[in-house]
Every structure is written in C-alpha cells, then in structure tokens.
Nanobody
Framework: QVQLVESGGGLVQPGGSLRLSCAASGSVRSIYAMGWYRQAPGKQRELVATITSGGSTNVADSVKGRFTISRDNAKNTVYLSMNSLKPEDTAVYYC????????????WGQGTQVTVSS
C-alpha cells in the first residue's frame, strides 16, 4: 500500500504562484508515473500533468506554459509549480500514483485546495 502526502495548497491572488508537493511512501517500487489531477466544484476531475519515472510528461493544454511538473525519484516526490494562476485554476488538486504501466493500478492522495482569488 502506498501513502501519499500532499502539501502546498492555499489562497493566492490572480497572477501568483504556488508549488504543490506529493511524497509517496510505503510501496514505492514499480511506480510508473506520478501526477496531478484537479476537480473544481460541479465539474469532473481532470488531468493537470503527469510524469513517468523516465521523465516523460503529459501536461493539459489549459496549463501549458504556466505549470511545470517535476519529480525527484530518490525522494519519491512529485512537484507541481504553478505560475500565472487564474481564478479558473481554483480546484482541489489530487496527487495520483500509477503502478507498473500506463494502465496499472492507481492511487489517490487526499487532495489539497488551491484557491485563486483577489
């Protein structure tokens, strides 16, 4: 079983920046990819960005050029650096870990709130 600990959410003004972190512990061998999804009120959960253990990334068009995903394999930690934040980025951000392959089992963190508002 894997444990995911997220941190870094909060309230920020439009145009501001935040950095989210998600540290995995427990069963960390065979992790294929780590990433972030988000869910705004009344909307479905959507992909923000993922990164494989080899460093390949997949980033949603809505955040390209503003958000950067990175990963420290030695610490089993994934980061999401968010710049030029917009009110529409407001959501609960969930860390996701997938094992073995793109279609392997996945686990979720508890979520961290990001609110972009003046």
């Amino acid at each position: 079983q894997v444990q995911l600990v997220e941190s870094g959410g909060g309230l920020v003004q439009p145009g501001g920046s935040l950095r989210l972190s998600c540290a995995a512990s427990g069963s960390v061998r065979s992790i294929y990819a780590m990433g972030w999804y988000r869910q705004a009120p009344g909307k479905q959960r959507e992909l923000v960005a993922t990164i494989t253990s080899g460093g390949s990334t997949n980033v949603a068009d809505s955040v390209k050029g503003r958000f950067t995903i990175s990963r420290d394999n030695a610490k089993n930690t994934v980061y999401l650096s968010m710049n030029s934040l917009k009110p529409e980025d407001t959501a609960v951000y969930y860390c996701n870990v997938r094992y073995s392959s793109p279609y392997g089992p996945a686990y979720w963190g508890q979520g961290t709130q990001v609110t972009v508002s003046s």
